[in-house]
Nanobody, 124 residues
Framework: QVQLVESGGGLVQAGGSLRLSCAAS????????MGWFRQVPGKEREFVAA????????YYVDSVKGRFTISRDNAKNTVYLQMNSLKPEDTAVYYC?????????????????WGQGTQVTVSS
């Protein structure tokens, strides 16, 4: 069993930055691909970014490319999402997720464990 705890959300003005962190329990973190998703009320959970088990490959949804960066520190069992040039449309609850394999995936159903989410609000 893996437990994921997100932090770093908050309120920021458009154009600002936030860094989300996701701390994972367990000794298998370095073997798992990780992803970040987001969700607004009334909409489906949306893929944001993913990273392979060793950080060797990343993938982003088009709307955040060039603004967001996913990274991981396997020694700290933590994955990060650096968000720059934030826009009001980035407002959502952000979730981190892990999957019991090394390869990344962009669909929510491809992940086995989820955090509780952290709210990000971008004001215009």
């Amino acid at each position: 069993q893996v437990q994921l705890v997100e932090s770093g959300g908050g309120l920021v003005q458009a154009g600002g930055s936030l860094r989300l962190s996701c701390a994972a329990s367990g000794r298998t973190f370095s073997s798992y691909a990780m992803g970040w998703f987001r969700q607004v009320p009334g909409k489906e959970r949306e893929f944001v970014a993913a990273i392979t088990y060793n950080g060797g490959r990343t993938y982003y949804v088009d709307s955040v490319k060039g603004r967001f960066t996913i990274s991981r520190d396997n020694a700290k069992n933590t994955v990060y999402l650096q968000m720059n040039s934030l826009k009001p449309e980035d407002t959502a609850v952000y979730y981190c997720a892990s999957r019991r394999t090394v390869a990344l995936n962009i669909t929510p159903g491809g992940y086995d464990y989820w955090g509780q989410g952290t709210q990000v609000t971008v004001s215009s």
